[in-house]
């Protein structure tokens, strides 16, 4: 591939399929080509948004910084397929970051050259645009609502979207939006992910018995406490009610184990004045990516799994899910 034309490259291209030889042999003269390392920065949020870039090897990691400094990822753009595309029609600075999964190659047009191609050849610009915008629409769609409304009102509605109000952890739109990607990235970095399921023991009796609202400040605290017992790299989800997920990047299933385990011992140590006779307790159940699980699915199935084996075993313990 890499001795190919650009313009053989871009017959593979989904956006410019339909070109024909002429108009395509004049796009790719306009295209440079432009090798990332592993790791490496394409762009920030916040940069000029100045080029297109279209994907011929490896693939990018886009992505924003959430106010506690962590990284929270939209989506992965591999091979076949481009990014960039909402800035330069847009003129507008970049609205995330974007990051290289792996060695890779693209194929980058600037904003000028993407600007006179309009010009000068309007009916074939017209069809790839209608294209992309396409593929655009429905690469947002599937990414949730929530990153039209980063896009669109920046920091303070990215927070608002993507966090529960109660506690300021990430919330289920997070999980279902980002997990993916988590994972992809993981696997495409060879590195290890844990995935942690947590219900605290019997909640709904103590509903019953101390009130909903004392209950509310109970979830409010046991969040501080997983703030306080896992590191910034951990991601902290409220699923809903009393059931949390804990991701672990780069955590194999060792370290899971005595990660979930310390969590266990600082619920046990909860202490409340105004109800001094109650003792709290958690059950979890995690896996772990590679040795577990392949796919996001796997992961939160078997993860499932293994929490309830722990509540089985009777509750108030962590346990990793175990092949038979």
Known sequence: MFNETNDNILKNISIFS??????????????KRKEFAKGELVFKEG???????VVVKGGVSIYIIDKEGKEVVLSDILAGSFFGEMSIIEQAPRSANCRVLEDSLFLVMHADDFMRITQTMPECAVQIMNKMLSITVQRLMNVGSFVTQMVQWGAESRKRAITDPATGLFNRRYLEESLE???????AEGNCLSFVMFDMDRFG???TKYGQEFCDGLIVTSAQVFRDVFSRDDILVRYGGDEFIFIFPGTDHESAQKKCDALCSAIRELRFPEHEELRLSCSMGFATLPDNASTADELKDRSDKALYMAKEEGRDRAIGFIQH
Not at 181 to 187: F, I, K, M, T
């Open 181 to 187: 990607g988590l994972v992809n990235r993981a696997r």
């Open 205 to 207: 009796s103590l509903n």
């Open 18 to 31: 339909d070109t024909c030889n002429e108009d395509l042999a004049k796009i790719a003269s306009e295209l």
């Open 47 to 53: 940069d000029p948004g100045e080029e297109l870039f």
